[in-house]
């Protein structure tokens, strides 16, 4: 019997916030990497960082071409509201490094502080996320379910990590749940995105890129029995 080609693994760049972001995209990697090959920088940057990267740096500039993805991961403070019409014109202009069809963009965005998706990993909640004395509870009650817990810290943030699959359901429920504050969907459009960034809601969507890498690992795994 002639063995079944493969689908090369999509390709993904990712372009994170801070430390904390980076040991998780780290977890990802490793973890699903027979699903999708990841790269990203050495150097935290988002926005800006990623379209510099990809219009001066001939590495990236070379590799457009066969990018199937570049995700954001990143915190959504009161201070970005204000940035998403300039965010959005350098999302689409990513896009548009790949013809037929469109490098993906995905925004794995958590309000406030990264600490709420981590806690989400262990419990649902959605509490307000407004202040730095929100934020430091939030970093408190974290450490409550993992002891040693620092950002950027590659033990613990894997630790929490491996508990995705409680993630993603959680994550899922947040979503559903604010339809009834005015989600304009659950899919992930450029109208949802803008409201949730521009919100002062508390939210994340990272569960969605992860629930993505499952959805590939499982196919991955279909093709090779």
């Given at each position: 019997m002639a063995r079944k080609?493969?689908?090369a693994k999509p390709?993904?760049?990712?372009?994170?916030?801070?430390e904390s972001e980076q040991a998780y995209?780290?977890?990802?990697?490793e973890h699903f990497s027979d699903a999708a090959s990841f790269k990203f920088p050495a150097s935290t940057g988002l926005f800006s960082f990623a379209e510099s990267k990809f219009s001066k740096d001939a590495r990236y500039r070379n590799s457009a071409e066969v990018t199937d993805e570049i995700w954001f991961f990143f915190d959504v403070e009161e201070s970005d509201h204000g940035k998403w019409n300039d965010r959005l014109k350098i999302i689409q202009?990513?896009?548009?490094?790949?013809?037929?069809?469109?490098?993906?963009?995905?925004?794995?965005?958590?309000?406030?502080?990264?600490?709420?998706?981590?806690?989400?990993h262990y419990q649902m909640m959605a509490p307000a996320l407004t202040t730095v004395?929100?934020?430091?509870?939030?970093?408190?009650?974290?450490?409550?379910?993992?002891?040693?817990?620092?950002k950027g810290d590659k033990r613990t943030t894997?630790?929490?990590?491996?508990?995705?699959?409680?993630?993603?359901?959680?994550?899922?429920?947040?979503?559903?749940?604010?339809?009834?504050?005015?989600?304009?969907?659950?899919?992930?459009?450029?109208?949802?995105?803008?409201?949730?960034?521009?919100s002062s809601k508390t939210f994340t969507t990272v569960h969605e890129a992860v629930s993505y890498l499952e959805e590939?690992?499982?196919?991955?795994a279909a093709e090779n029995s």
């Open positions: 080609l493969q689908k390709l993904i760049y990712i372009f994170c916030e801070g995209a780290a977890f990802l990697k202009n990513l896009r548009r490094l790949r013809k037929k069809p469109n490098i993906r963009v995905r925004l794995l965005m958590t309000t406030a502080c990264v600490e709420y998706w981590f806690m989400l004395a929100d934020k430091e509870r939030m970093r408190h009650l974290l450490e409550s379910k993992v002891p040693g817990y620092e894997t630790q929490i990590a491996q508990q995705y699959p409680t993630a993603i359901r959680n994550g899922r429920k947040v979503l559903e749940n604010l339809q009834g504050e005015g989600l304009p969907a659950l899919e992930d459009t450029d109208e949802r995105n803008q409201w949730l960034h521009q590939l690992l499982s196919v991955r």
